[in-house]
């Protein structure tokens, strides 16, 4: 029996004409695009399928037993993912205006927090930017004060850099003024950017 797994998820799918592995991979990506999904990873019978082996075990026969296994990302998700980032970076636009006087006050641990949540926020975001390039009808027009996401991201990328080297040099001044002028502006701005 011909196994179905959609992240994680055993679902119950009839097959009718797929003869090849192929066959089952092409019918499953149009069932993908009709419901504003897309296909982020496969595996067949535990074998994970990249796109250098993928013309050659597409042409493989369909088993009895063939176990597929999708990763699968919705246009709804992403949409909820940014949602729930720009609220996260409304609220660390907050934590790193309290950057300055938290160091002033000696509290080295929240800052260090706060640092330590930006830059997870920043891979979070990054890597949903990436799957939302999967939907370009729907997310190609977002842009932050601006610029594309990678035009943006290469402006921000200098600043926190800068910011680094100053905390590496206990210059709370530049802290302060990279905080303040800087980094929360492009947090808020990040924010607004991403309300649908």
Same mark, same amino acid.
């Given at each position: 029996m011909v196994e179905f797994y959609i992240n994680g998820q055993n679902v119950d799918v009839q097959i009718e004409d797929e003869e090849t592995i192929g066959d089952v991979l092409?019918?499953?990506?149009?069932?993908?695009?009709?419901?504003?999904a897309a296909v982020i990873g496969i595996?067949?019978? $535990?074998k994970q399928i990249t796109a250098e082996d993928f013309d050659q075990e597409a042409a493989k026969e369909l088993g009895k037993n063939t176990k597929f296994e999708f990763s699968v990302v919705t246009k709804a998700s992403i949409m909820e993912s940014f949602e729930n980032i720009s609220v996260l970076f409304t @609220?660390?636009?907050?934590?790193?205006?309290?950057?300055?006087?938290?160091?002033?006050? $000696?509290?080295?641990?929240e800052v260090t927090e706060s640092i330590k949540k930006l830059a997870d926020s920043?891979?979070?975001? @990054?890597?949903?930017?990436?799957l939302a390039s999967l939907f370009p009808d729907t997310f190609k027009e977002i842009s932050i004060n601006g610029m594309n996401f990678n035009d943006f991201f290469a402006d921000f990328s200098?600043?926190?850099?800068d910011f680094e @080297?100053?905390?590496?040099n206990n210059d709370s001044v530049?802290? $302060?003024?990279?905080?303040e002028y800087e980094i929360c502006p492009r947090l808020n701005a990040i924010s607004a950017a991403l309300h649908f």
């Open positions: 092409k019918s499953f990506e149009q069932t993908c695009e009709e419901n504003e595996t067949v019978d $535990g @609220s660390l636009a907050e934590k790193m205006e309290q950057v300055p006087v938290e160091i002033q006050n $000696g509290h080295q641990k920043i891979n979070e975001f @990054s890597h949903i930017a990436t200098q600043i926190l850099l @080297s100053a905390l590496q530049l802290i $302060g003024d990279l905080c």
